[in-house]
């Protein structure tokens, strides 16, 4: 991990780290993934950004990048970006919540993302 990413997650409890390398080994199995480290968040990349981490005190807030909204109770927050850009916010209190839904999705993110541009 480079240094500016590990900085994303000073002052926060344990478990956000530890959640964020869940996400981490579930997306590095895709394929090659670009991690682009801003002051408060970070963007997962596979040609266009498919997902972006947000640490909060004691969890994770995933942004899947979609084309359509996605349907679960686990989504807490849908923000259209535009017609065919749709960002669905998930909370994730530990890396067991990194499962094989949330990794489907973020594998479908991956491709939507690589194939933009193909």
């Known amino acids: 991990m480079k240094p500016e990413e590990a900085a994303v997650f000073e002052g926060f409890e344990a478990v956000v780290r530890a959640t964020y390398d869940a996400v981490m080994r579930a997306v590095l199995k ?5 991690v682009d480290a801003k002051k408060n968040s970070i963007h997962l ?3 266009t950004a498919f997902a972006i981490v947000h640490p909060r005190k004691s969890a994770l807030s995933l ?16 923000n259209a970006i535009s017609r065919n850009v749709v ?8 890396p067991g919540a990194v499962d094989r839904e949330l990794t489907a999705w973020l594998k479908a993110a991956y491709a939507l993302g ?3 541009t193909a």
């Open 30 to 34: 895709f394929g090659p993934v670009e």
């Open 45 to 47: 990349i596979a040609g």
């Open 63 to 78: 942004s899947i990048r979609t084309d359509k909204p996605m349907v679960s109770t686990r989504v807490a927050k849908v």
């Open 87 to 94: 960002h669905n916010e998930i909370l994730l209190a530990a």
């Open 114 to 116: 690589a194939e933009k």
